[in-house]
């Protein structure tokens, strides 16, 4: 047996199990348009779940984009302070921040191509859907009940095979879907875990670093202020005692 | 013959190349058999391309069964297998 035949087995089996459940066939068209707007309130709510996830990777994306420039001037200072040790860190961090830009803009993509699928898949099956409403009545309307039946049956199987292709559409998606979700919420709970160093938050270790930098600049600066001041207070004492003599 | 490519839609196929597609769907069963990626691969592209070359396209609001349905050519291998599982991928409505 070929790879068609296979897969119209896997569709028909899914078509018959959809339909066995009316078993009455005179509900069989209302069963069927049922179960038909059932499968597009599935994939629109696909289309949803695609891009709320997208969303998701876009904010991570402006983030990230935030953050670079912002690492670049700490390499800067820290430069400037003459720990190269720190420069090199942040710089670490501008690397990696990078690399996790250009993943997510090809996950962005990968969920783009699901979006426009399923989006397509939506509407060949609203078409199907409206299809089959209108001839329904008209069978209803127009034939015997043994004509009704076969063509009853066509129309079902027919519509059935475009709600099986949607079916695996939107199971392929959220496949995807998931799979992105899971690496996303991976590179977080390593920034929480300390593993990663948090690149999207403030007052990391490199921050801290920088901010001591700083701090002991100051300090020493007042120190030598302070310094002066009492060089020159001693001076001035020592001019005076001078006087009196 | 009517085709369906799965995720794309229907094709009405000429007599004349239907062997043709015949032929490469023994080539992708084959290649599902031996665990061959790559020939799958190639085999339901140009089953697609076949389709999509010489077939009419349908209309989307016909609802004829079709005679051929060839699976997605953007699958791995592991998902077709899983696909054509008894199981399948192909979720129950309910």
């Known amino acids: ?83 190269e040790d720190l420069a090199r860190a942040a710089l670490e961090r501008k690397a990696f921040a990078q690399q996790q830009l250009q993943g ?62 949607t079916g695996l559409a939107i199971e392929r998606a959220r496949d995807k879907t998931e799979q992105m979700q899971a690496r996303a919420a991976a590179v977080d709970e390593l920034v929480e875990s300390g593993t990663l160093e948090d690149y999207t ?23 030598a202020r302070l310094k002066g001041e009492l060089e020159s207070g001693g001076a001035q004492k020592e001019l005076e005692a001078e006087r009196r003599k | 013959m009517i085709v369906r490519l799965m995720g794309e839609g229907q094709y009405r196929l000429p007599d004349d190349v239907v062997s043709r597609l015949n032929e490469l769907d023994d080539e992708a069963q084959a290649a599902v058999e031996a665990n061959d990626e790559p020939k799958l691969d190639a085999a339901l592209d140009e089953m697609w391309e076949l389709v999509r070359s010489s077939g009419e396209r349908l209309p989307d609001d016909d609802l004829s069964a079709s005679d051929a349905v060839v ?20 979720p129950d409505l309910s």
């Open chain 1, 104 to 165: 997510l803009d090809q996950q962005i993509e990968g969920l783009e191509q699901q979006q426009e699928k399923l989006a397509a898949s939506e509407k060949r099956l609203a078409a199907k859907v409206e299809a089959f409403r209108t001839q329904k009545e008209t069978i209803k309307a127009q034939y015997s009940a043994a004509e009704a039946q076969v063509r009853i049956g066509e129309a079902a199987t027919g519509i059935g095979e475009e709600m099986a292709d």
């Open chain 1, 1 to 83: 047996m070929g790879l068609m035949s296979r897969t119209s087995n896997v569709v028909r089996a899914w078509i018959s199990k959809l339909l066995d459940r009316a078993e009455d066939p005179s509900v069989t068209l209302d069963y069927s348009y049922e179960r038909q707007r059932e499968s597009l309130q599935k994939v629109k709510k696909g289309i949803a779940d695609v891009v709320t996830a997208k969303k998701r990777l876009e904010l991570q994306t402006q983030k990230l984009e935030v953050e670079l420039p912002k690492l670049d001037e700490q390499a800067r200072q820290a430069l400037s302070a003459g720990r």
């Open chain 2, 71 to 90: 699976p997605p050519s953007d699958m791995t291998l592991e998902e077709t297998k899983r696909f054509l599982d008894t199981e399948g991928l192909i």
């Open chain 1, 201 to 223: 938050s403030t007052g990391t270790e490199l921050d801290r670093e920088l901010a001591q930098i700083s701090a002991t600049r100051q300090v020493d600066d007042e120190l």
